[in-house]
């Protein structure tokens, strides 16, 4: 080996080993993102050329695309489609969805009229019950007011005539106790289907008693085949006796013998023993199959 291509050989060897020690430092210095990488280049070395390349990381730079005539046109088209493809997209879906929230807004907004329609049909309802209630309430008191007033004018001329008549009538001195024997009647007597008898001494007045009817009586009672008497309230110090007609508190012939009897009216009743004390009687007082006979004077008729 001569003395130049020593020279030669010893530089270049030094040369590429200064290379080696700069290229990693430049790459790691140049920029951050490891995307630099150095060209190749050659180094001629005793008349040889060394391809060298060196990228970040290691990695070698890959090739370039290579492109055929008009295939940048096309994907540049199919970039735009894609891209108005998306942008229809986007506008169909917000449609879709503001079409939804104005669905949901609309049945919220229609259920809402019809609740607060509903409400106001009931308070128009309710108002219209309360006043038709008002009105037949009024009516109703009206009406109750005239029948009252109607019934206590009625009463009082009731009361005015019964009082006229009673002036009237035949009256005798108040007795301090019941025959003893049934006085003698004149008059034909009144028999009803169920043979129960009567003879009214004197009519009386007002109103004429009743089943319901609350009475008070003077009474005497005799058997009819002895005449003998039995029972007065005459003897009681003249307690009249009171009663409701209907309810059979008594035996089934006083009861019935007093409906029709008006206040101040007397009437004799002949009891069949059917309608009294039947076979049994009511001992030791009134034997069995006893017919029984009862004078009675009507007090008073409510």
């Known amino acids: 080996m001569n003395v130049s291509n020593f020279y030669g050989y010893y530089y270049s060897t030094a040369f ?3 290379l080696h020690l700069l290229v990693p430092t430049l790459l790691s210095e140049s920029l951050s993102n490891g995307t630099l990488s150095l060209q190749f280049y050659t180094i001629n070395t005793q008349g040889e050329s060394i391809p060298m390349a060196q990228t970040v990381k290691g990695q070698k730079e890959p090739p370039q695309k290579q492109y055929r005539p008009g ?13 108005k493809r998306r942008q229809r997209i986007w506008g169909a879906s917000i449609a879709a969805s ?9 049945i919220w907004e ?14 128009r309802a309710n108002a219209a019950a309360t006043k038709v209630a008002a009105i037949h309430a009024n009516a109703t008191a009206t009406q109750l007011a005239i029948a009252n007033a109607t019934a206590t004018y009625i009463a009082n001329i009731q009361a005015t005539a019964t009082a006229k008549c009673l002036v009237g009538l035949h009256s005798t001195p108040t007795p301090t106790a019941g025959p003893a024997k049934p006085p003698t009647l004149s008059g034909t007597a009144v028999t009803l289907p169920d043979g129960l008898q009567y003879i009214d001494v004197q009519v009386g007045c007002g109103p004429a008693a009743k089943s319901g009817s609350n009475v008070s009586v003077q009474y005497t009672g005799w058997l009819q085949k002895t005449g003998k008497k039995f029972d007065s309230s005459w003897d009681h110090r003249a307690q009249a006796f009171t009663l409701v007609l209907g309810q059979g508190k008594v035996i089934k012939g006083f009861d019935e013998g007093l409906v029709g009897m008006k206040q101040g009216g007397s009437r004799r009743i002949i009891i069949p023993a059917a309608l009294a004390y039947g076979k049994t009687g009511s001992p030791p007082t009134i034997p069995p199959n006893s017919v029984i006979i009862f004078d009675v004077t009507m007090g008073s008729v409510q």
Do not use: W
Not at 71 to 83: I, N, P, S, Y
Not at 98 to 106: H, K, M, N, R, Y
Not at 110 to 123: E, G, I, K, S
């Open 98 to 106: 503001v079409l939804i929230i104005l669905s949901v807004v609309g």
């Open 110 to 123: 229609y259920q809402h009229y019809t609740a607060d329609r509903a409400a106001a049909q009931l308070v």
């Open 71 to 83: 295939q940048r046109q096309q994907e540049r088209l199919q970039r735009q489609a894609r891209r």
């Open 16 to 18: 590429t080993k200064f």
